[in-house]
């Protein structure tokens, strides 16, 4: 709550006269307090729609002949104007009360904002619950991401991959009998994909085979996104992508399908060149952390493009 005390007297009265303005800003309302000396002899409250920091609110007190005009002569000081008829008595300063300006502007859309947001849609409250459902699988990408940085450390990278697939084939086992969805909906293809991934660490113990898994990988898997987008129309990976990342907008799921494999063969070709470069426990700490980094805005800005363009809707 803002308080703002201005004190004048007027003609032919020697007792001292206070205004008291409380604004209450979330409530957005004002309350006058008129007093002489230490009686109150006038209340009054009152909305507003702005943050009122532009222009000025006149309050009439019938009872003493008075008009009261309270309002912003800057954006960090306020003004009154006490007048009886049309004569101002009194004034607290000479500066003209504030027009609104682009910082008004700002305002009103935030206030707009938080009345959208103090009353969420129907819609609205949906995609919370579904984005809050996604959390414990966000959470079980970020162990696995862990355990495989620790494992290859201490292990090497054969043992880090095929705990990874025992983890995933672990968790898909699980998933139906607990109430969180822990592998965020792609169970089958995940467990599908480290059966592959465990295959080649077994089948090649080599790190540079270990460390182009990520390149066979994203072949198989654009592969499987291309595949979902003209056989199946998006219906699974596109679906599921469409329904994750709905915070972006509308995605139609054919389109998030293709996009997702653009981006698997744009970060396959960041990846690729890196194996060859970088040491093994240089690619180990890339491909636990910084790849992430890399990763994440590909896909995102894949599938903004994926958005369903405003003619289709």
């Known amino acids: 709550m803002l308080n703002t005390k201005f004190k004048f007297s007027l003609p032919g009265d020697s007792t001292r006269w206070t205004l008291i303005v409380h604004e209450r800003i979330k409530a957005q309302e004002q309350h006058f307090v008129l007093k002489r000396g230490k ?33 912003a002569v800057s954006l960090v000081k306020y003004g009154l ?29 935030i206030d707009a904002w938080s009345e959208q947001t103090a009353a969420p849609t129907p819609e609205a409250i949906a995609q919370a619950e579904r984005q809050k459902a996604l959390r414990p699988s966000i959470f079980v990408d970020i162990g696995f991401g862990i355990l495989f940085f620790f494992v290859a450390r201490e292990f090497g990278l054969v043992s880090a991959a095929l705990t990874g697939a025992g983890a995933t084939l672990l968790l898909t086992a699980i998933n139906p009998f607990v109430k969180w969805d822990l592998l965020g909906g792609f169970a089958a293809f995940g467990a599908v994909m480290a059966l592959i991934s465990a295959g080649i ?18 072949m198989i898997g654009a592969s499987f996104a291309l595949y979902d987008a003209f056989v199946l129309k998006g219906g699974y990976l596109g679906k599921r992508m469409a329904m994750y990342m709905e915070g972006l907008g509308d995605i139609a799921p054919k389109r998030a399908s293709i996009a997702l494999a653009c981006a698997t063969l ?27 980094f890399i990763a994440i805005p590909i896909v995102l800005g894949a599938m903004y493009m994926a958005r369903t363009p405003e003619k289709d809707h």
């Open 39 to 71: 009686d109150t002899v006038f209340e009054s409250r009152h909305d507003y729609d702005s943050m009122s920091l532009a222009g000025s609110r006149r309050v009439h007190v019938a009872d003493h002949d008075l008009e009261l005009e309270f309002g």
């Open 81 to 109: 104007v006490v007048r009886q008829g049309e004569e101002i008595i009194w004034r607290s300063t000479d500066k003209p009360f504030r027009e609104a300006g682009k910082i008004d502007q700002t305002f009103e859309k």
């Open 201 to 218: 660490a077994w089948a090649f113990e080599d790190d540079l085979i270990i460390k182009l898994r990520g390149t066979i990988m994203a």
């Open 266 to 292: 744009l970060i396959m070709a960041i990846d690729t060149p890196l194996a060859f470069i970088l040491t093994t426990d240089q690619w180990i700490w890339y491909n636990s952390f910084l790849d992430t």
